[in-house]
């Protein structure tokens, strides 16, 4: 009974290791998509910053291209930061 009940304890180990570890692939995936997001998301305000510039003042539509460039920059700013800490913050 002894020896069933310690394979039995191994067998149980094994799977709850199996279940909590995550692969690499998924891991990989999962930084690569909050990059993505954080890249389109400062591009996104940028874009609507420099609409909202432009209707409140009626300017130029080159108010609306500044801005996007500007949350371009952020956006590539903010993934090269994410990739330096590795995500840890």
């Known amino acids: 009974?002894?020896?069933e009940t310690?394979?039995?304890?191994e067998k149980i180990k094994q799977q709850k290791a199996s279940e909590?570890?995550?692969e690499a692939s998924s891991v990989g995936f999962g930084f690569a998509m909050a990059m993505m997001t954080d890249m389109?998301?400062?591009f996104l305000v940028g874009l609507g910053?420099?609409?909202?510039i432009q209707n409140m003042f009626n300017?130029?539509?080159w108010v609306v291209a500044c801005f996007s460039i500007?949350?371009?920059i952020a956006?590539?700013?903010?993934?090269?930061q994410m990739g330096l800490r590795g995500d840890k913050g």
Do not use: K, R, W, Y
């Not at 956006?75 to 090269?80: A, M, Q, T």
């Open 49 to 52: 910053l420099g609409l909202l």
């Open 6 to 9: 310690q394979n039995l304890q």
């Open 40 to 42: 389109v998301c400062c």
């Open 1 to 3: 009974m002894t020896q």
């Open 70 to 72: 500007l949350g371009g």
């Open 59 to 61: 300017s130029a539509s």
């Open 75 to 80: 956006g590539l700013i903010s993934v090269f």
């Open 20 to 22: 909590h570890a995550p």
